[in-house]
Nanobody, 130 residues
Framework: QVQLVESGGGSVQAGGSLRLSCAAY????????MGWFRQAPGKEREGVAV???????SYADSVKGRFTISKDNAKSRLYLQMNSLKPEDTAVYYC????????????????????????WGQGTQVTVSS
């Protein structure tokens, strides 16, 4: 069983930065497709960034150039560096892992497709004030 635990959320003013971390327990990340999602109040959960097993990355248009996803396979950690934060980035952020063939997370991030499978963390709140 894979357990994902996010940390690093908090409150920051617009223009600031935060770094989210996701610790994975129970399975290595080298073969996984990993991603970050977010859900703002009253809105559906959306894919933000994905890093695939070959370390290729993709981002939602809303965060391109501001957010960077990375992972450390040795530490079983997934990261999301968020710079130039905006009030509209306020949301609960979730990390997700997909160990199946293919990468459904990529479809959610790039095309906005619904993604409900895989493993999920409990979420961490990010609040950006203007």
């Amino acid at each position: 069983q894979v357990q994902l635990v996010e940390s690093g959320g908090g409150s920051v003013q617009a223009g600031g930065s935060l770094r989210l971390s996701c610790a994975a327990y129970g399975y290595g990340l080298s073969a996984a497709c990993m991603g970050w999602f977010r859900q703002a109040p009253g809105k559906e959960r959306e894919g933000v960034a994905v890093i695939e097993s070959d370390d290729s990355t993709s981002y939602a248009d809303s965060v391109k150039g501001r957010f960077t996803i990375s992972k450390d396979n040795a530490k079983s950690r997934l990261y999301l560096q968020m710079n130039s934060l905006k009030p509209e980035d306020t949301a609960v952020y979730y990390c997700a892992a997909d160990f199946s063939r293919g990468c459904g997370i990529r479809g959610a991030v790039v095309h906005g497709w619904r993604y409900e499978s895989g493993y999920w963390g409990q979420g961490t709140q990010v609040t950006v004030s203007s």
